[in-house]
T-cell receptor, first 115, second 114 residues
Framework: EAGVTQSPTHLIKTRGQQATLRCSPI?????VYWYQQALGLGLQFLLW???????NRGNFPPRFSGRQFPNYSSELNVNALELEDSALYLC??????????????FGDGTRLSIL | AQTVTQSQPEMSVQEAETVTLSCTYD???????LFWYKQPPSRQMILVIR??????QNATENRFSVNFQKAAKSFSLKISDSQLGDTAMYFC???????????FGQGTRLTINP
């Protein structure tokens, strides 16, 4: 069974540009989560999507946005990139319909570097 | 708000030894779940073990076990017979039922020496 896949592996942008990160969940998972792992700041929750809807959002500005497609894959968009957006962005997926507390399974991440 | 604290930034042990990683958390809720994840240098976050707060029995997965003390809000991870492949960052994480967002500790960098 394929795990969570993310693309690209590494993305280099300059300040002010826009970045798009992609994620495909494990087959059968309907919930997709995005986390930011920045140096010195640890892992921070960004967004949760389920059944195409944004269900929860972390403490990030509106220039961080995303969407979930009918096949449950997801995109994270970051507009007006700033230097402090440089981080590893991790996507995770889980079941939603198998009871509470389902573990989240992570992909390998996309390393976003802002020059 | 929930917080997770890992008080050991780094640990180092010899292969085959037993090591315990500490984690404490703060919440006023009663329905939640706790996890340990490992992140090797390859950077993929891998689920190690899961504990349901309403279960008194400590979770175990092969060489990995937890000591869950709900009243003390403590959730430590014990790795028995440690192996070189256990070298990784270990993160303790809290999941509030219904919220679906994991709250992570700062991590403990564990090195297993040959």
């Amino acid at each position: 069974e394929a795990g969570v896949t993310q693309s690209p592996t590494h993305l280099i942008k300059t300040r002010g540009q826009q970045a798009t990160l992609r994620c495909s969940p494990i087959s059968g998972h309907t919930s997709v989560y995005w986390y930011q792992q920045a140096l010195g700041l640890g892992l921070q929750f960004l967004l949760w999507y389920d059944e195409g809807e944004e269900r929860n959002r972390g403490n990030f500005p509106p220039r961080f946005s995303g969407r979930q497609f009918p096949n449950y894959s997801s995109e994270l968009n970051v507009n007006a990139l700033e230097l402090e957006d440089s981080a590893l962005y991790l996507c995770a997926s889980s079941f939603r319909d198998r009871g509470p507390g389902q573990p989240q399974h992570f992909g390998d991440g996309t390393r976003l570097s802002i020059l | 708000a929930q917080t997770v604290t890992q008080s050991q930034p780094e640990m180092s042990v010899q292969e085959a030894e037993t090591v315990t990683l500490s984690c404490t958390y703060d919440t006023s809720e009663s329905n939640y779940y706790l996890f340990w994840y490992k992140q090797p240098p390859s950077r993929q976050m891998i689920l190690v073990i899961r504990q349901e707060a309403y279960k008194q029995q400590n979770a175990t997965e092969n060489r990995f076990s937890v000591n869950f003390q709900k009243a003390a809000k403590s959730f430590s991870l014990k790795i028995s017979d440690s192996q070189l492949g256990d070298t990784a960052m270990y993160f303790c994480a809290f999941l509030l039922e219904g919220a679906q967002k994991l709250v992570f500790g700062q991590g403990t960098r564990l090195t297993i020496n040959p």
